[in-house]
C-alpha cells in the first residue's frame, strides 16, 4: 500500500476538530499527506487526480487515494479500516445538513441528509440517485454512488476515469445537477467498478457542533450534535 491522503482545501487553515482527527489518525508507513487548491472543489479534486496518477520518479506509485473534506472529522482508524475492506471504491457514512424543508404554515426547517445513495431512480440514468432512507445500521454494503468526502479510491479506478474525472456542469436526465462526487463514483460504477459504504465508520460533519450518524433506540439511524475541539 502507498496511500496518498489529499485534502482539497483552498484555505490558509482547517477546523481544530479536522486536524485533531487528522493527526490522530492511524497511517500506513508508506503515505504522504498533502492538500490540494484550486477555485472550485471540482478543480480542486481533478488536481489531486493529476498528482496521484503521476508517474513518480525514483519511488513507487501511489496505490490507493484517500480523499478527507476538511470540514469533518473522521475516526483514528478510518484509512485502515477503509483499505482492509478490500474494495474498488469505499467510504464511510456521513450526512450533510441543508435547509430545504418548508413546514406547514410556510417556515424553513432544517432537515438532515445522509449520503447513502442506495436507489437509482431511472433506469435510463445511472446518475438519478438517491437515499431511500433504509440506511443499514452496520457492515459494508454496495451502493449506486459515493461521497467525495472520506472515500478511498484504488488506482485502477482513477486510470479507467476519463480525465478530467471529476465534473460539476453534469447535468443528468432527471434535469438535476450532479456533484462532482457523484459524476466521477458513479461513472466508475458504470465502468464495472463496485461501490460500497461502510456504515461502521461513521463520520462527523462540522457546522457549529459536528453531526454524527448514530443508532437509535428504535435501531433506526438518527443524527446526534456533539461539541467538538474547535
Not at 472543489?41 to 520518479?57: C, D, G, P, S, T
Not at 496505490?63 to 478490500?86: G, K, Q
Not at 479507467?160 to 438535476?176: G, H, N
Request: net charge neutral; proline share 6%; charged share 25%.
Amino acid at each position: 500500500m502507498n496511500l496518498l491522503i489529499a485534502l482539497p482545501c483552498s484555505h490558509d487553515s482547517v477546523p481544530t476538530g479536522f486536524a485533531v482527527s487528522l493527526g490522530e489518525m492511524e497511517k500506513p508507513l508508506n503515505c504522504e499527506v498533502r492538500h490540494f487548491g484550486g477555485y472550485s472543489v471540482e478543480m480542486m479534486r481533478n488536481n489531486i487526480a493529476a498528482y496521484f496518477l503521476n508517474e513518480r520518479k525514483g519511488e513507487p506509485n501511489f496505490t490507493d487515494l484517500l480523499m478527507l473534506d476538511i470540514d469533518m472529522v473522521y475516526p483514528r482508524n478510518t484509512a485502515i479500516a477503509l483499505f482492509r475492506r478490500n474494495k474498488d471504491l469505499v467510504a464511510g457514512l456521513s450526512s450533510a445538513k441543508w435547509v430545504d424543508d418548508v413546514g406547514p404554515e410556510g417556515e424553513k426547517r432544517q432537515v438532515w441528509k445522509f449520503w447513502f445513495y442506495d436507489e437509482q431512480t431511472r433506469d435510463d440514468d445511472p446518475y438519478a440517485v438517491r437515499c431511500s432512507g433504509n440506511i443499514p445500521t452496520s457492515g459494508c454494503h454496495q451502493v449506486k454512488a459515493l461521497p467525495g468526502a472520506g472515500i478511498l479510491i484504488k488506482r485502477r479506478v482513477m486510470e479507467a476515469l476519463p480525465k478530467p474525472p471529476f465534473r460539476f456542469d453534469f447535468v443528468s436526465s432527471s434535469e438535476c445537477r450532479v456533484g462532482e462526487d457523484i459524476f466521477a463514483t458513479v461513472t466508475a460504477r458504470t465502468l464495472g467498478f463496485e461501490l460500497w459504504q461502510d456504515c461502521d465508520l461513521k463520520f462527523g460533519h462540522i457546522a457549529n457542533l459536528a453531526a454524527f450518524p448514530e443508532v437509535s433506540e428504535t435501531g433506526k439511524w438518527k443524527v446526534v450534535q456533539r461539541l467538538i475541539r474547535t
